[in-house]
């Protein structure tokens, strides 16, 4: 390792997105920023200790990622299996990048932390009268350990659990609200966040939250690619945030493109419906237009291997014919079976014109998950006092170079309940609120019009796709260079009287914030000249364990350019910051 990043003696010049001075503040304990399965449960536990949290959401309190997960969540619940069979699994599908001591904790402390779930409220699909969990199997798994609700609605369920349990609870939220930036007290530690409310409720406009913890939950950045399955508001926010603050990110090279999504067309953009892994785990074969199964003889569990593989089976596949994409073929499920078991799944086709109980179904690779995200401790600590993050906006060494399927939402619930009990300890219940400072020097970064959000979708997806090389992430770096530029030009007045500096608002400080993550992205798979797990290199085809099975850890300097170090090894460096207890 590196050893532990050295903490500031002295608040940084803030670096902020331009937004008007806050309108209005209220105080809490904590802020927990995102509504998906990581951010209620942070929520959930932290409000049971007594400590006045405050949840902000992008959208409304049920529309985060995890409502959109159809497979379900692994954990060993199963007859025969253990945690040390599903570590065995998860690190063989991280490709040699895990923090194994990160995964142990996963798969020891999974198990218990489901039941508390079902406690919660969630109801998995039980296999027989007696109730027992139904559980199936999805790529990379050796055993039946997903457990899945309302056949393949997951996510869901699990959403609608905790929104009802932080409903019952009276936890005060704050719904269709942007996280900006990240406010410190006169030392630089964490007193809470800046956000924009959008339309109706107790609050409008610009606003703060203060706060001496603030845990991001953001989810993913999807959206950085013209196609995905993530949702509209998963636009890096949290990862941006954590950046211009001064946190360190890790592996935001490593975006799973999941091999499996409802081909809509070469130039469908946008939120593409999401074939889940359970339906290759029900026994769906991958065929290609004569009907040949090219993944049998490519990996030892042909559809059921990780996801890197099978989407590197299928985009290798389709380029070797010219075509745009493959099928999955499940008709031999029969109509029952496709009804009771993947509702959703058949009415998304349906929907789109193709009956997966008669013909296959098109599919291609579209992007999914980012397994990297900001760098945290096993108690979700970053790297700045007082800010805390977990879900997909993280990167806790569990996930590595690919992620294992249905791994998500227990990494979000796990790491969620080990934060609330951080925050416990460091944080009392009551304490007097943190008085922001007000930095001696405000850097803003200038703003990106809202339609360069698509100059952005479609210089990743050509140059940081499924397949990548030094020619096509340099020419993504390229766009997104002259992107900064002319935002720069535009703030200080030198461009073109026709290029109006954009105005501040929620597309502008998306697309800003798209920018930001995309250049962290495209600069590590630029610096990480080899293939591993989800990310494909032509010009590097293979791995090397030699000089790359270590970390890339990123940050943001004053000026806005890039700081970046590797680790000397699979494990990340320390994060708590001098003078916080371990």
């Avoid at 290029?499 to 250049?519: D, F, Y």
Wanted: a negative charge; charged letters at 20%; glycine letters at 10%.
């Amino acid at each position: 390792m590196t050893g532990q990043p050295s903490a500031p003696t002295a608040p940084r010049p803030a670096i902020r997105l331009p937004a008007p001075a806050p309108g209005w503040a209220e105080p809490a304990d904590v802020v927990v920023v995102g509504s998906g399965v990581a951010g209620l449960t942070a929520a959930l536990r932290c409000a049971a200790a007594g400590l006045r949290t405050v949840v902000v959401t992008k959208a409304r309190l049920d529309d985060g990622s995890t409502r959109w997960a159809q497979g379900g969540i692994a954990a060993a619940l199963g007859e025969g299996d253990s945690p040390e069979q599903h570590l065995d699994d998860t690190l063989v599908a991280g490709a040699g990048l895990c923090d194994a001591d990160a995964v142990r904790l996963l798969v020891t402390e999974g198990p218990d932390a489901v039941r508390r779930l079902i406690d919660t409220g969630a109801v998995f699909d039980k296999a027989d009268a007696a109730g027992t969990i139904a559980l199936t199997r999805e790529g990379g798994h050796h055993r039946r350990r997903i457990a899945h609700a309302g056949g393949d609605a997951t996510g869901a369920e699990i959403s609608r659990a905790l929104v009802e349990a932080v409903r019952a609870r009276a936890i005060r939220t704050v719904e269709n609200a942007l996280v900006l930036d990240l406010l410190t007290d006169a030392e630089g530690r964490t007193a809470g966040v800046t956000l924009h409310v959008m339309g109706e409720g107790r609050h409008d406009g610009v606003g703060a939250i203060h706060a001496p913890a603030v845990v991001l939950a953001t989810g993913g950045m999807g959206q950085v690619f013209s196609a995905t399955t993530n949702p509209a508001v998963s636009t890096g926010d949290g990862v941006a945030l954590a950046l211009r603050a001064g946190a360190e990110v890790s592996d935001l090279e490593f975006v799973q493109f999941h091999p499996t999504v409802l081909f809509l067309g070469a130039d469908a953009e946008g939120q593409q419906p999401l074939v889940s892994e359970a339906v290759r785990g029900e026994g769906a074969y991958l065929v290609d237009a004569g009907g040949t199964r090219f993944m049998v003889g490519r990996h030892e569990l042909a559809e059921l291997a990780p996801r890197d593989i099978v989407a590197k089976g299928i985009t290798g596949r389709m380029l070797e014919q010219d075509a745009e994409h493959m099928y999955l073929d499940g008709r031999h499920f029969g109509a029952e079976m496709w009804a009771e078991r993947f509702p959703t799944i058949l009415a998304a086709c349906r929907a789109h014109g193709i009956d997966p109980v008669t013909e296959p179904i098109p599919v291609a690779p579209a992007a999914h998950y980012a397994s990297g995200g900001i760098r945290t401790d096993r108690s979700g600590r970053t790297t700045l006092p007082g800010l805390y993050a977990c879900g997909e906006t993280a990167c806790t060494g569990v996930h590595g170079a690919n992620r294992l399927a249905s791994n998500s939402l227990l990494e979000g619930l796990v790491y969620a309940e080990r934060i609330a009990e951080a925050i416990v300890a460091a944080h009392p219940a009551g304490a007097p609120a943190p008085v922001p400072a007000e930095p001696a020097r405000t850097e803003t970064i200038p703003l990106l019009a809202p339609e360069q959000r698509f100059a952005i979708q479609r210089a990743m997806t050509r140059g940081a796709g499924v397949l990548r090389s030094e020619a096509s992430l340099a020419e993504a770096a390229e766009v997104l260079s002259a992107l900064r530029a002319q935002a720069g030009d535009a703030t200080a007045g030198g461009a073109p009287a026709e290029a109006k500096p954009a105005e501040p608002g929620v597309e502008s400080w998306e697309a800003t914030n798209l920018l930001c993550v995309a250049r962290v992205l495209v600069d590590s798979a630029r610096r990480r000249t080899e293939t591993r797990g989800c990310h494909w290199r032509e010009d590097h085809p293979d791995r090397d364990d030699t000089h790359w099975r270590r970390h890339l850890v990123t940050r943001l300097n004053q000026d806005r350019t890039l700081s970046v170090h590797t680790t000397d090894g699979t494990g990340l460096p320390a994060t708590v910051p001098a003078g916080e207890t371990p």
